[in-house]
């Protein structure tokens, strides 16, 4: 089944710097990538997601990239603020199929003003 | 629009009672998950409903978990008995469709937060 590696665990960034998340994932029919972010105490929040035919999209300071054939792709927030703060997700799936959401472990980002 | 409902927020418990969450999704969303979040771990899928039929139970331990979905609508999850190791979040989500008809965004709910003593 499939299998997502989340990294770093922990990004500590001063208020206006870039972040950059990283996760791999193990099953190459996998096309559905979401980011969620996830504050204390709250559910978790879809920020962005990309499917597999797609190599970036963009919304305004976030943005994801895809390497399908690295089988990695990643969150970049760019003018980091501390409300940034949260733990972030990704997940992968295969549309289509009855194959679910499979998370990373998480990364706690802590934006310092 | 109404997010997902979950009751109730938190709940402590001893090892070996029971327990039980409910769960209401958005107005027509046919497709409901259960997940459980342990402390520090990303959300793990224990079933997922289509309308009130299961689609994937292979991650519930069904010796002490059950959950269903009667009419479709509201869903209610089980543990019996409790462990202490079932310590976690337990969060519902609901999908207009499920990802096995091209289905994506799922909308998570506030969770409960179960703590097994």
């Known amino acids: 089944g499939e299998n997502v590696e989340q990294h770093p665990s922990t990004l500590s960034v001063q208020e206006g710097d870039s972040a950059v998340i990283k996760c791999t994932y193990s099953?190459?029919?996998?096309?559905?990538f979401p980011w969620y972010k996830q504050e204390l105490g709250k559910r978790p929040q879809l920020i962005i997601d990309?499917?597999?035919?797609?190599g970036e999209k963009k919304d305004q300071r976030i943005a994801v990239t895809l390497n399908k054939t690295a089988k990695h792709f990643s969150l970049h927030i760019t003018e980091t603020q501390p409300e940034d703060s949260a733990v972030y997700f990704c997940?992968?799936?295969?549309?289509?199929?009855?194959?679910?959401?499979?998370f990373g472990k998480g990364t706690k980002l802590s934006v310092k003003p | 629009e109404a997010g997902v409902a979950q009751s109730p927020r938190y709940k402590i418990i001893e090892k070996r009672q029971s327990v039980a969450f409910w769960c209401n999704p958005i107005?027509?969303?046919?497709?409901l998950y259960w997940y459980q979040q342990i402390l520090g771990q990303g959300p793990k899928l224990l079933i997922q409903?289509?309308?009130?039929?299961?689609?994937?139970d292979s991650q519930l331990p069904k010796d002490r978990f059950s959950a269903e979905r009667l009419k479709g609508v509201d869903s209610t999850l089980k543990i019996q008995p409790a462990k202490l190791e079932d310590s976690a979040v337990y969060l519902c989500a609901s999908s207009l469709v499920g990802m096995g008809r091209g289905g994506k965004t799922q909308y998570f709910g506030p969770g409960t937060r179960l703590l097994v003593l």
């Open positions: 099953d190459s029919a996998s096309n559905y």
């Open positions: 990309i499917r597999s035919n797609v």
């Open positions: 409903f289509q309308n009130n039929g299961v689609v994937d």
């Open positions: 107005s027509g969303h046919a497709t």
């Open positions: 997940a992968a799936s295969i549309l289509g199929s009855q194959g679910n959401l499979i």
